[in-house]
């Protein structure tokens, strides 16, 4: 059964198949697809050719809230290999609301910078801004503005960036199946304010249902709200559903910060249910979380750092008149066996197969 739902098969096939008990095989197949992405990754599968490095670019980072790991480690390593190459970076932080990123958009346009990075919001929120910079001819590439990995249709964005968002989802959804013996119960979380947060949300709650799991609620709540949301929020969810609740899933580690101490009042501890499994993107205090065991089990984490590198190289293609490089980043799976992993020791997925001399090979550096 899994083998289909693995391979996202749709249709009467797998319909008929989720009506069926959960059994040993499907574990079993649970767990060999989480596996695939639970080793170390030592071997390089990006590109090894491409333009020489521009020479004294300007970029901006358009940030859609620092506070987010995953916006933070993106912004770091786009100033990192920056860094490398020579080249000036201005972050600007959109601090988690629409009104803060138009802001920094239109601080970003009078900037006149070579190339733009939007750094974790969504491209239809700022489509005035983003036209306006294609318009401009300045480059633009982003970082989950959109669903899609490669060119944004509809917008002049050369390039989103992202692990497979669907395999993420996938991975975080049969870990909790696996775990809960093929009966989870699961409370799903996401912000509609984001295509790939909504994208990523539905393939859990289908690999969840198709598999035979038990979805208890599908909650759409805001990143930016959730340090004043999911306190209250965990403790209405523990009162209804009580323990048919085994695994918390969300689209990104943000909604765990904030849930472990109504769960430790509830009188549940760290290692307990509801385990948290996140979707992404492995900030640096999932891993602290993951590594004392305390409220949160799993993140499928990206390679932040590795990301800020590829959008730097991807914007220094199309200063070349290149098109992009067709790559897409690895995920990993990250549990408390497995955490030093890779940079583990660092809080963050850093895989350790040379990405950094790969690139500085390419740009001539």
Do not use: C
């Amino acid at each position: 059964m899994l083998k289909h739902i693995i391979a996202g098969v749709a249709g009467a096939g797998l319909l008929a198949a989720a009506a069926a008990p959960a059994n040993a095989d499907a574990i079993a197949d649970a767990n060999a697809f989480v596996a695939t992405f639970a080793g170390r990754a030592t071997k390089w599968d990006g590109p090894t050719t491409g333009p020489k490095g521009a020479a004294g670019k300007t970029i901006v980072v358009l940030a859609a809230d620092m506070k987010n790991g995953g916006v933070l480690g993106v912004s770091n390593g786009v100033s990192e290999a920056a860094k490398a190459l020579g080249w000036t970076v201005r972050v600007l932080d959109g601090a988690g609301s629409i009104s803060g990123r138009t802001a920094a958009f239109g601080q970003a346009m009078a900037l006149k910078p070579d190339g733009i990075v939007i750094n974790g919001f969504d491209a239809v929120e700022q489509k005035a801004g983003i036209e306006a910079a294609g318009a401009a001819k300045i480059p633009l590439v982003s970082w989950h503005a959109a669903p899609v990995i490669g060119p944004v249709p509809g917008t002049p964005v050369r390039v989103n960036v992202s692990t497979d968002a669907m395999d993420v989802s996938r991975a975080a959804a049969l870990w909790a199946f696996a775990d809960a013996g093929g009966k989870p119960g699961v409370v799903i979380f996401t912000d509609s304010t984001y295509a790939i947060a909504i994208a990523k949300a539905n393939k859990i709650r289908d690999v969840i249902t198709a598999a035979g799991g038990t979805v208890l609620e599908y909650v759409d709540t805001p990143i930016a709200d959730t340090s004043t949301r999911m306190p209250q929020l965990t403790t209405s969810l523990l009162q209804r559903h009580g323990a048919k609740w085994t695994h918390a899933l969300a689209i990104n580690d943000i909604y765990f910060d904030f849930m472990g101490p109504s769960l430790a009042s509830a009188g549940i501890k760290g290692d307990g249910a509801p385990k948290a499994v996140a979707a992404g993107d492995g900030s640096e205090s999932a891993y602290q979380r993951i590594r004392s065991g305390q409220y949160q089990a799993v993140t499928v984490a990206e390679p932040l750092n590795l990301q800020g590198w590829q959008l730097v190289d991807e914007l220094n293609r199309a200063f070349a008149g290149e098109a992009w490089s067709g790559y897409t980043p690895p995920l990993h799976v990250v549990t408390k066996s497995n955490v030093e992993f890779d940079g583990g020791p660092k809080n963050a997925f850093d895989p350790d197969n040379g990405y950094r001399d790969a690139y500085k090979a390419i740009w001539g550096k």
